[in-house]
């Protein structure tokens, strides 16, 4: 794929050169596998659970896993086009020749992208296609726990924590390939690791009816637990990418969650809880900030107001943090569980919003799905968060639960109104925000028999909720799309008979379904009719006393517990969290006397609640603090860095160069002068922005820093922190003021990848001419003829190429575009360029 980057859209997302990338030398390796994303690169690497297993399958040095992502349909096009198959960003390895694919199923949405990029590696898509020269396809994540709409395509999938299940799956594969056994004999080694699923070890047996195992003794598959999160990888130095949707250092303090909400499934499948130790996020946070460079770190769990020791890790961090100017971001806040403290110490460093889930308006729709928020806990929350200065908050709301009424939708508003009441009069930009969502039921949860409401009557509750939020101000709605609910309705309770509707949809153009503007529900509707399937049977209700789809994968939890949960939500009965309150049996744990259904993993593990402490430290009296950080604006020296950028890096456009250089600052241990301000930002700039593809070995880059160092120091520091294609060789003391020369001239070298005498003789007819106009937009949008002959100041053959001298001191041309404009039939594969001199005007004292 590497060889047609300069004709990609936005190539950086297949360069995989970024800082902490793992490469490996594929003889020393006996197993490869490519972790694959189904969505494109930025969304993927917000993702913390591909990161986890690359750290933990890296780790070995007989194993390397690479990443691969989807490509957007343009650049797909261009792959089928040049009959360049898919392939992994380390190594630029086509996906066929991996030993494993392992896909993160992260939600069902995604179901045609896997399809999509399999059939862009050029392999079958059907397990039951595919032999022993094919790749092991496997998949894990959160809609592992229901896969079967997309069983078929697969080989195995993972239930469960994948750091000891995905090494044991690679280790069965390298002996497989040592002892030459079949792809019949590897997945039967599969079976005997725990939450490994072998989907064609049980056969369908129609609608309505269980699935039937083949296997004997693998009539169940349970989920994989780490019991321990302290003793699982971690990964500190995680790559770096360039430009992610979350785009930071992500701490998961805790795994599991025992609030109850009946309507969650994350909250079910991941019991029980295991915090992190403190001293073990302590080093997390520390070398992770020095390794990354991130300038914001995020405290991540399923609910990170319950972690036990939420106060005290605070207290650890908030220094460290408010030196670096390093903000903090805590999501998954459940109301009541931020402290005052905390509020007043992140809004002394950077306020990164605010987004509160009551989930209902009503406090009977709370106590149905067993939120635990009443009205005073939210109000009292939200006042807290305005007194810290925030000016707005979001909330977060379903509609569709069970048991809901137009009156439930009623109370969304009268929340709302309270919320933004709340604020006083001094909040000037005030705006609260309604987030809604229609309810899809998951498997695994106390409702997973309930109904889904239908796609029209979604669009009669929203339409309800717009018409009565529109006569008020400071207050507004967004709201889900209907038809992405609807059709994550189908999947997420689906069976194997939907395999044929993923695969035809494929066929008829869904992607990216996730997407708000590449959903279509209409290939997914006539596929369903193609495959004989009714769309309100599968978001209808479920037999409480029938088969489930998933009956054969296991939790842990039981039917019993489930449908008692069920039960008590109906009569809007509250169930305790289990950490701090009685033990309901869900079937997960041992302690205190139980016996776990987790029956394979239960003698070598101890599966229970891992608490920090035995009741929340929300509540304690904390260390004193201070809320005072250092002065960050301090100018002690100035200094123009010069640096080669070539190779991968000549495909990384300014804005992303920017953030390179400013996590490779912090790594470098440089410290950064900072704006003043609400958002203070680094004292950096660039020179004229190199256009993408187009490689240079003089380009500069101007910063304060808040110390002085010596300049060969701050080449050498910068230079061990740099990714692929960027190197730092000469600093150049500056003076003191902001404004600073830039280049009047610039040379380049062109050179040719074929045709070389016809490609100069069209820089020599070029040369010859008097002018040669083209005819550019205004910023008014108006047309202007533009003569770039004088932007040539000269040109001169070499052996291989040309070299131009571009004169930029009466107006610029990208010079990308000047080439394509002399060359007029030249494409972007057709020749490359790099700048190789700069000129400033003379006097000025800088240059290269």
């Not at 064609?200 to 309505?208: A, L, R």
């Not at 996020?281 to 991130?294: Q, V």
């Not at 028999?449 to 709605?477: G, V």
Request: hydrophobic share 40%.
């Amino acid at each position: 794929m590497k060889e047609l980057l300069p004709i990609l859209p936005r190539p950086s997302r297949y360069i995989g050169s970024e800082w902490g990338a793992v490469f490996k030398d594929p003889k020393t390796v006996t197993v490869r596998c490519a972790l694959a994303f189904p969505d494109m690169y930025e969304v993927g690497m917000s993702y913390l659970g591909q990161k986890i297993l690359s750290e933990c399958l890296n780790a070995h040095p007989q194993f390397w896993a690479e990443r691969v992502f989807t490509p957007d349909e343009e650049a797909a096009a261009i792959l089928r086009e040049h009959a360049v198959p898919l392939a992994t960003l380390e190594s630029d390895t086509p996906l066929a020749e991996m030993d494993v694919i392992g896909f993160s199923l992260t939600h069902e949405l995604c179901y045609t992208n896997i399809l999509y990029m399999l059939d862009l590696a050029g392999l079958p898509l059907r397990s039951a296609d595919r032999d022993e020269s094919h790749p092991l396809i496997v998949a894990g994540g959160g809609a592992a726990f229901n896969a079967e709409p997309v069983a078929p395509f697969f080989d195995a999938m993972v239930l469960g924590d994948g750091e000891e299940a995905m090494p044991a799956l690679l280790g069965a594969v390298e002996r497989a390939k040592a002892d030459g056994l079949s792809r019949a004999e590897l997945l039967r080694s599969l079976t005997d690791i725990p939450g490994l699923y072998v989907p064609s070890f049980f056969e369908d047996q129609g609608p309505g009816k269980p699935l039937k195992p083949l296997l004997a003794g693998y009539e169940s598959v349970e989920k994989a637990v780490v019991d321990d999160l302290d003793r699982a990888a971690f990964p500190k130095g995680q790559v770096i990418p360039f430009g992610a949707i979350h785009d930071r250092l992500t701490m998961e303090i805790a795994r599991g969650c025992t609030r109850g909400c009946r309507f969650c499934q994350a909250g079910m499948i991941y019991r029980p809880v295991r915090e992190r130790s403190l001293d073990g996020l302590h080093a997390i946070l520390t070398d992770g900030l020095a390794e990354t460079g991130y300038e914001e770190t995020s405290m991540l769990s399923l609910s990170t107001g319950d972690f036990s020791g939420l106060d005290t890790l605070f207290t650890r961090s908030f220094d460290k943090c408010a030196s670096e100017q390093i903000a903090i971001s805590l999501p998954s806040l459940r109301v009541g569980s931020l402290s005052s403290p905390i509020m007043e110490r992140i809004s002394s460093i950077r306020r990164t919003g605010a987004t509160l889930a009551p989930e209902a308006g009503s406090q009977r729709m709370r106590d149905v799905i067993n939120k635990g928020v009443d009205e005073a806990g939210l109000l009292d929350h939200v006042r807290l968060l305005f007194e810290n200065g925030w000016q707005g908050v979001k909330l977060y709301f379903m509609i569709g639960l069970p048991t809901e009424t137009d009156e439930d939708l009623d109370a969304i508003l009268d929340l709302c109104l309270k919320v933004r009441d709340a604020a006083g009069r001094h909040i000037k930009r005030l705006q609260v925000t309604a987030a809604v969502s229609p309810f899809v039921p998951k498997p695994h949860t106390p409702f997973q028999w309930e109904p889904q409401i239908p796609l029209d009557e979604i669009y009669r509750r929203i339409a309800y909720l717009r018409d009565i939020f529109r006569p008020h101000k400071r207050i507004s709605i967004k709201y889900h799309e209907p038809e992405m609910t609807s059709l994550e309705g189908v999947f997420s309770r689906g069976d194997r008979r939907l395999a044929e509707v993923v695969e035809l949809a494929y066929r008829k153009g869904a992607l990216f379904s996730s997407w708000k503007d590449h959903l279509r529900l209409a290939p997914y509707r006539e596929a369903m009719e193609e495959a004989g399937l009714n769309w309100d049977e599968y978001i209808g209700p479920r037999d409480p006393d029938g088969p489930l789809p998933w009956d054969h994968l296991s939790s842990g939890l039981t039917k019993r517990f489930l449908l008692k949960e069920r039960e008590r939500a109906l009569t809007g009965k509250i169930t305790e969290d289990c950490r701090y309150g009685a033990c309901r049996n869900c079937g997960v744990c041992q302690f205190d006397g139980k016996v776990s259904t987790l029956a394979g993993q239960a003698g070598d593990k101890d599966l229970r609640p891992r608490l920090v402490f035995p009741q929340r430290d929300q509540e304690a009296e904390q260390p004193p603090y201070s809320v005072e950080t250092p002065d960050l604006t301090g100018k002690a020296v100035h200094y123009r860095i010069w640096f080669e950028k070539t190779g991968p890096a000549a495909f990384l456009s300014q804005l992303e160069l920017q953030a390179v250089f400013e996590r490779a600052f912090r790594r470098a241990g440089l410290p950064m002068t900072f704006s003043a301000g609400f958002h203070p930002m680094p004292r950096l700039s660039f020179g004229k922005a190199l256009p993408v593809g187009v490689e240079s070995r003089c380009e500069w880059i101007n910063v304060f820093l808040r110390e002085y160092f010596r300049p060969a120091e701050v080449v050498e520091r910068l230079g061990r922190s740099m990714p692929k294609g960027l190197a730092p060789y000469k600093a150049e003391p500056l003076s003191m003021g902001r404004k600073q020369s830039q280049s009047v001239e610039e040379t380049f070298e062109l050179r040719f990848a074929g045709d070389h005498e016809r490609r100069a003789e069209q820089w020599r007819e070029f040369m010859a001419s008097s002018e040669h106009l083209i005819e550019k937009t205004t910023k008014k949008g108006k047309p202007k003829q533009v003569d770039i002959r004088p932007m040539v100041k000269a040109m001169a053959e070499t052996g291989e190429g040309i070299a131009l001298t571009l004169d930029w001191r009466e107006q610029y041309m990208s010079p990308l575009a000047l080439c394509t404009e002399v060359m007029g039939d030249a494409g972007l594969l057709d020749f490359s360029l790099t700048k190789t001199g700069q000129a400033f005007e003379a006097g000025d004292g800088t240059g290269a």
